[in-house]
């Protein structure tokens, strides 16, 4: 039976109890190894009969600072985001860090809120794992000079003044674009998803269309297929995925290649391009600008970009372990970006060279 005056219970009343230091308790809490088995049973046993409950969002907004790591993700469903997630978490449990995480869905008025949230809670820091398209700005708004901050997976300019590490735009999709060429494709086609919201999606689109057109390939209305619905459960980037190949083999020049921004979302195209009579990769080759589990399982491999993800990981880190520092963190690194060749990137059938027109093989 749940104790009817627990919620008024505190460490000092627990410290009483079990005849300890409230320094104890805390101990028991965040860091039990330390405490000697017989002091440890006699704290966990005063928890039980008193029905105390520790709640590190109290325990936080209750100090000028905390142990708290506020985490704002962008797409819950990124393969690679989730990766980054559990790293992180990982090792801020390491150094006795909890961590608030919070799913923004690339909304701007969503992550305002969560950064005021996170300094309400006064975290230690925050971190953003794909931001939307004036999540900088929130966070010189919102978190200022006060609450250190790290960017992960985009880049920023020096005048932006934000903490990042992330690989450019422009250099990632120089490896793509560049993949398919030596391959022999001129006819390339880019398929995103709600990239009205994502900044990272507004610097691809622009560099796709100045490679091309620096290459003296084809940039024009068949290039680019777009779609900006907005994230929902219902919704999955596989289904996203499907919906680019068809509109993209309702063109009049359909594309010999298709990028794509992650491994599930690729997967969906070829699923439909598979159902349309089409073969993958000989009649559609692809390249994936995530390296995450999808793009290495899938059969063919796809081609992927990688982008540096261990030292992504180191330089998170030793952030983290400088979050206590009086000295303010200050980190800007562009990764670098390579191709991982797999099979999923041929020359294009020789019929589609000079004019592409892709026509299914069955009704």
Not at 133 to 138: E, F
Not at 264 to 276: C, D, K, P, T, V
């Amino acid at each position: 039976m749940t104790n009817p005056i627990a919620c008024d219970i505190t460490m000092k009343d627990v410290a009483e109890f079990s005849g300890v230091s409230t320094a104890t308790v805390s101990r028991a809490i965040n860091t039990p190894e330390k405490l000697s088995p017989d002091t440890l049973k006699k704290v966990q046993q005063a928890f039980r009969t008193l029905g105390y409950q520790y709640n590190p969002l109290a325990a936080a907004m209750s100090r000028s600072s905390s142990k708290l790591i506020g985490i704002m993700i962008g797409n819950l469903r990124e393969n690679l985001a989730l990766l980054t997630l559990e790293d992180v978490q990982a090792y801020a449990s390491k150094l006795d860090y909890n961590v608030l995480v919070a799913n923004s869905c690339f909304d701007s008025h969503t992550e305002k809120k969560i950064l005021y949230n996170f300094r309400q809670y006064k975290t230690a820091a925050v971190i953003v794992i794909g931001p939307g398209l004036h999540c900088h700005q929130h966070i010189r708004t919102v978190l200022g000079n006060d609450i250190p901050h790290l960017v992960l997976w985009d880049s920023y300019e020096k005048s932006d003044n934000i903490n990042f590490i992330g690989a450019t735009s422009e250099n990632v999709m120089e490896q793509a674009v560049s993949a398919l060429v030596r391959a022999g494709h001129r006819r390339i086609g880019l398929g995103m998803s709600y990239y009205a919201n994502i900044r990272k999606a507004h610097s691809r689109i622009k560099a796709f269309g100045d490679i091309l057109q620096r290459l003296h390939l084809p940039f024009d209305e068949d290039s680019m297929v777009l779609i900006n619905d907005e994230p929902r459960l219902t919704r999955s980037s596989f289904e996203h995925g499907r919906q680019i190949m068809k509109q993209f083999l309702e063109k009049k020049h359909p594309p010999t290649a298709l990028i794509s921004p992650m491994g599930n979302m690729a997967a969906g195209s070829i699923s439909y391009l598979q159902e349309y009579g089409l073969s993958y990769p000989k009649d559609m080759s692809l390249v994936c600008l995530s390296d995450d589990d999808i793009s290495s399982i899938y059969y063919p491999p796809l081609c992927a970009v990688r982008s540096q993800k261990e030292k992504l990981f180191q330089l998170v880190h030793e952030f983290v372990d400088g979050i206590s520092s009086a000295e303010p963190q200050r980190i800007t690194c562009k990764l670098r970006s390579s191709v991982c060749r797999r099979s999923s990137c041929m020359p294009p059938a020789k019929e589609y060279r000079e004019g592409p027109v892709l026509s299914p093989r069955r009704a």
